[in-house]
């Protein structure tokens, strides 16, 4: 496979942004408090370009392209005809475990309306829920070459063909997204770049995709955990490919990302910047052993020590040395190279400034932070983002790819 021949410069941000903590009430699409979500984005655009984190079943593509066609294109029909979906597949699959079908749009709704009536369908299925599928999948779809580009959604010739082969794989009611029929999986691998039929002339978006495929197949095999994967890339062989090189910065990056994020939950659950400093000092004395990547939680007695521990192993694979952003890499040197952790948590209070310039959450006075918000739910957990190797993983199952 010639890794070599994807080009980063040709990486664009992503417009919908990565779902890694929870939501608040004045519903953003996330919270993302230091503006590090852009710099994960070109990582993923690089790895899975088109995809989202969003994306994670095969068989929207073909249903929405049915769905388009038998719509003539009116959003609200659109709607409607998912919406029956997310009622149909909620009837089929009650009292199953939660992940079994996962990523219906709308499902919960709908069994939550079901339960409430009797088991009655509602005469406006498409008031359940605002939040479309087809929202979710277009841009998706129009890169994959199943949407032409226009306002309004027209199908092209591929997606047309989608269409007709969901077609004559459904029966009377709408099947189920796990059903998915072969003729439906060889279209959609032809389109994700992942039909082996094709080795050349492929477009670079779908080389991309199917070299990460390429790299993380193993790992997709055996139990997949994204941010195991990410570990997997802690460091670098000779000659690494294209892919290796960005799991590699993606790696180093979720490095400065949860540990200056937890930095900055600790300044909101505690509001006073005396005692943080203090524990910031004692652990930058000691050496403190890095957490793996995963959750991680401000109530934690370690808080302190994985903040240091994360920053200082991101400072030592030279984030700056892998292009990623300069402002980030100055931030946690401050605290674990100049060991300056006073000016390390005004600095990391000015990035939240800036990062949410029109309603930051915390303003620093003296030793005391201020709440500027204080109806916006600020509490969460830290968390590694995915780079869309969760979606990925779930649309190969669809595809029957892996197991």
Sequence with gaps: MPHSTIDESMVAPNDIRLRWVLADPSHERAVDPLGMGAQADQIADLLLPQLTVATTRARYFSFLCWAVRKSD??????HRLEAELALEEAVRHKGDPANACPGVIGRSRAASYLEQHDG???RRPERLYKNTAFTTYRPTMRGLGLLARGRSPELTVEGERLATTFQQSRGRKLPCLGDISVDEQILLKMLLGLDYRKQVDLPVFSMRRRATFETVNEALENGFDSAGVLEQYAQ???RPSVVATAL????VWELLSCGLTLA???????RRKGPILRALRHELAGRPRRPALGPLSVNDSECSAHVVALLRAAMILDPQKLALDRGT??????????????EFLRQLVERHRIAKRETPWIMLIGDKIEVLAPNKSTVFDTRPRTYRLDAFNQLLRDLGMIR
């Design 248 to 251: 590699h910065r993606a790696f």
């Design 120 to 122: 009655r369908p509602p």
């Design 264 to 270: 900055f939950s600790m300044l909101l659950a505690e």
């Design 236 to 238: 670098l062989g000779r």
């Design 329 to 342: 890499t100055r931030l946690a040197a401050l605290l674990v190279v100049e060991r300056d952790p006073d």
């Design 73 to 78: 294109g009116l959003m609200s029909n659109i």
